[in-house]
């Protein structure tokens, strides 16, 4: 079962920032928080991922509580294209460790 | 291009019939993947090596079977196709040590008649 918990859909106008939320209250100690998107039906693509500090490349930041409780990715201008459903995960940072996907949040860009 | 593909991308066949599909990637990666997704859009691992080494089987009927005959290569043969079996299966790779995303291939969509 997934271990993290987001909202099932979202809005938000192009142009502006998107902030998507993911609880993981039971994350342990060794694992990060990972953020992939699905664009209908292509394969997920790897966004981000973090451990405690805050992330930032060039698709989008992550922000992670001091108590590593919950998370934000947060997209800083989103376009027609980041409409997909964005996926948090937890999961070690090792080679044996697998992606459980949950359901997911489908972002909507509005026009 | 640097990637993970899969063919074919499209595969219709009869129940009963017996199917494969493959997977390449050229990042260099260790470690390669199965997952499936259903119809309702859940993704679920079925299978992944460590160069050339099963490492994870999630109970996937034995019917499945994953070949990796190099760490670049996994492929996946299907006998006796059911309905059930029909879904979007994609490929998966990332390295052993050293953190970072998995790369998905652009996923083989099973339909099973």
């Known amino acids: 079962d997934a271990k993290t918990t987001q909202p099932p859909s979202m809005d938000c106008a192009e142009g502006r920032a998107a902030n998507l939320p993911c609880n993981h209250s039971?994350?342990?100690?060794?694992?990060?928080v990972y953020w992939y998107r699905q664009i209908h039906s292509q394969g997920p693509q790897y966004i981000i991922h973090?451990?405690?500090n805050n992330e930032t490349n060039e698709m989008a930041s992550l922000i992670i509580t001091e108590d590593r409780k919950s998370s934000t990715l947060i997209l800083p201008h989103a376009t027609l294209r980041d409409t997909a459903v964005y996926y948090c995960?937890?999961?070690?940072?090792?080679?044996?460790?697998?992606?459980?996907f949950g359901t997911g949040t489908r972002l909507t860009i509005i026009p | 291009d640097t990637a993970v593909s899969q063919t074919p991308k499209y595969l219709v066949t009869q129940m009963g019939n017996d199917k494969s599909i493959k997977c390449e990637q050229n990042?260099?990666?260790?470690?390669m993947y199965w997952y499936k997704q259903d119809s309702k859009k859940f993704l679920k691992i079925m299978f992944s090596?460590?160069?050339?080494?099963?490492?994870i089987n999630e109970t996937v009927p034995n019917r499945f079977s994953p070949k990796s005959p190099d760490k670049a290569h996994l492929n996946l043969h299907i006998n006796s196709l059911e309905l059930g079996d029909s879904a979007v299966y994609f490929c998966?790779?990332?390295?052993?040590?050293?953190?970072?995303?998995?790369?998905f291939g652009s996923g083989t969509r099973l339909t099973v008649v």
């Open positions: 998966a790779s990332r390295p052993w040590t050293g953190g970072g995303g998995y790369t």
């Open positions: 039971t994350i342990s100690g060794n694992e990060y």
């Open positions: 973090g451990l405690k």
């Open positions: 995960i937890v999961s070690p940072n090792f080679g044996n460790e697998k992606l459980t």
């Open positions: 990042l260099g990666h260790d470690t």
């Open positions: 090596y460590n160069n050339k080494e099963l490492i």
